[in-house]
Every structure is written in structure tokens, then in C-alpha cells.
T-cell receptor, first 111, second 116 residues
């Protein structure tokens, strides 16, 4: 069983819509969760961190965490073509510093 | 710019060559990481260093040899690589102390490696 799972997509949404990206993880005791954005040919860029159940908002981005159901999601409001990228979910699962990354969801925002 | 630099950005090497990748972070972090990213595969963690000490070696073949002389610099020495080692090699850093934000990792731009 994969430790961090994401739908590979592509998820296609029209410009201005809300894009919803989901991630599930296997380790119930995980405490720290991250969303990275990776443009084609570039390196991952940290866009959100979330540590507590509930929602965390930063501009057009909202991260949602539900530890009981073991999922974390990222909502992008008013999606723009420039949001088209692969979004990686990462989870810290044990006492080490390493993060476990999902394989990413490709988002396409249609003009 | 994330404060993590990598050189070279592109590297083509033959299977018998020896080369090194360099990473430098200007964030005052204490933990540094090497990742491999192949096409259509998740990021693969290779090595973790915390305060210059290697704390993780993810069953990486010995043809990859890391070196961390101080908390700001990380090297990956390459020798007798195989074509399947062609990938994007990413360096990252994090604070490396026990607080929640210390686990946030910041990536360098990567080195695109092609083994011929």
C-alpha cells in the first residue's frame, strides 16, 4: 500500500473555478502535512503547511486536514492558467526529518 | 529563489566518468537532503544529513556517494553511473531542529543529469 496517495489526473478546470486536490496517507500518527507546486521542468515549491485539523487559508489557497479520515486537501479558488502545474502532497510520518511524497496531481486550468 | 542553489544545472556524463553535484543553502538550516526525480515517478529520497551527520541512506547504490562538509554544503559524488540513473537530482534543506516548521523543506533548482 502506498504511504501517500494522490490521483495523478490531469484535473482540468476552467479559469475562475475552484480546483480541489486530494491526498490520503496511511500513517495515522502523522503530524505534519505539506503541499508543493511543481511546474514542468522546475523543482517543487512549498505553498502550504498544515499541522492541525481544519482549514488553513493563504490567499487563494486553502489546505484542509482531517486526521480521523487521514486525508488532506488543497483548494485553489479563482484558478488561473498560471496555476497549471503538478501539486505534490508530502507527509511527515515518523520521528525523522524525512517527508514522504505522493506522486502528484497534474492540474490544468483552461483559459 | 528559495535560498538553495545547485550546480551544475545540467550534466551529461558517460558511464565511466566521475562527476560531482554541489548544493549550497543560505537559509541557516541544519538538515539537507538529496532526492532523485525520474519521469512519471514520485520523488525518491536518497540521503539525509542533519548537523553534518548522515541520518538516512535510502538503500542507494554505492555509485552515489554523498558528502556534507558543513551544514551549508552538500555534495553528491557520481561514478560509473548507469543510463537508468538519468534523472533530475534535487537538493533540499530544512531547519533540522525540533519544531513543526523545521520539517518544511525548500528545494534547489535541481541538476538534470543524463548518463550516456
Amino acid at each position: 500500500q502506498k504511504e501517500v496517495e494522490q490521483n495523478s489526473g490531469p484535473l482540468s478546470v476552467p479559469e475562475g473555478a475552484i480546483a480541489s486536490l486530494n491526498c490520503t496517507y496511511s500513517d495515522r500518527v502523522s503530524q505534519s502535512f505539506f503541499w508543493y507546486r511543481q511546474y514542468s521542468g522546475k523543482s517543487p515549491e512549498l505553498i502550504m503547511s498544515i499541522y492541525s485539523n481544519g482549514d488553513k487559508e493563504d490567499g487563494r489557497f486553502t489546505a484542509q486536514l482531517n486526521k480521523a479520515s487521514q486525508y488532506v486537501s488543497l483548494l485553489i479558488r479563482d484558478s488561473q492558467p498560471s496555476d497549471s502545474a503538478t501539486y505534490l502532497c508530502a507527509v511527515k510520518m515518523d520521528s525523522s526529518y524525512k517527508l514522504i511524497f505522493g506522486s502528484g496531481t497534474r492540474l490544468l486550468v483552461r483559459p | 529563489e528559495t535560498g538553495v542553489t545547485q550546480t551544475p544545472r545540467h550534466l551529461v556524463m558517460g558511464m565511466t566518468n566521475k562527476k560531482s553535484l554541489k548544493c549550497e543553502q543560505h537559509l541557516g538550516h541544519n538538515a539537507m537532503y538529496w532526492y532523485k526525480q525520474s519521469a512519471k515517478k514520485p520523488l525518491e529520497l536518497m540521503f539525509v544529513y542533519n548537523f553534518k551527520e548522515q541520518t538516512e541512506n535510502n538503500s542507494v547504490p554505492s555509485r552515489f556517494s554523498p558528502e556534507c562538509p558543513n551544514s551549508s554544503h552538500l555534495f553528491l559524488h557520481l561514478h560509473t553511473l548507469q543510463p537508468e540513473d538519468s534523472a533530475l537530482y534535487l537538493c533540499a534543506s530544512s531547519q533540522g531542529v525540533s519544531s513543526r516548521s523545521s520539517y518544511e523543506q525548500y528545494f534547489g533548482p535541481g541538476t538534470r543529469l543524463t548518463v550516456t
